[in-house]
Structure formats: structure tokens, C-alpha cells
């Protein structure tokens, strides 16, 4: 067989060119697509409102309140501050 590319002669049961690497057979399969990146702008604006929003119920348990409503602000800062930190963590595995 003669390489197409070259046109050294190489093996016929041969899969690549053993001089200049060329295949001598088509691809069976396609590569995969490279997908188009997205926007990193909607990530930033959720994770700086998660932020603010945080700060907020932070700031809000300064102020008098019955024992049953901190509790619930303890709740939702912490659910809060899981979010920032799944958030965060999602937008550094897409890079």
C-alpha cells in the first residue's frame, strides 16, 4: 500500500503511515463537537445577590428579635452560605 500523504510504501494491513503518522483509513466515528461557552454574566449576578442577600440577613439579626425568629435567621443564613459555596464551586468547574 502507498500512503496518500507521503507516498512511502507501508504495510497494507497498516492503521497509520509509520513516516509522516497519517491514517489510512477514514475516521469511523466524528469527534465530538466543541461546545459554545455561555455567558459567565448570570452566574456573577446570582452569587453577588446571594452575597448581598447574606450580608443582609446578617446584619438583620442585630436587632431585637424573638428567639424563634433567630432561629429561623440562623436557618436561611446558613442555607444562604451553602449556596455561595455550591455556586462557587460550580462556576470554578466550568473554567
Do not use: S
Amino acid at each position: 500500500m502507498i500512503c496518500r500523504n507521503c507516498g512511502t510504501e507501508i504495510a497494507d494491513k497498516a492503521i497509520v503511515c509509520y513516516r509522516c503518522g497519517t491514517a489510512t483509513t477514514d475516521p469511523v466515528r466524528k469527534p465530538a463537537g466543541i461546545r459554545k461557552r455561555r455567558g459567565n454574566l448570570l452566574p456573577l449576578v446570582a452569587l453577588i445577590l446571594l452575597v448581598l442577600l447574606g450580608l443582609y440577613l446578617g446584619t438583620a439579626g442585630r436587632t431585637v428579635l424573638p428567639a424563634a425568629a433567630r432561629e429561623y435567621q440562623l436557618g436561611a443564613l446558613f442555607a444562604i452560605m451553602l449556596a455561595i459555596v455550591l455556586l462557587a464551586v460550580r462556576i470554578l468547574r466550568r473554567r
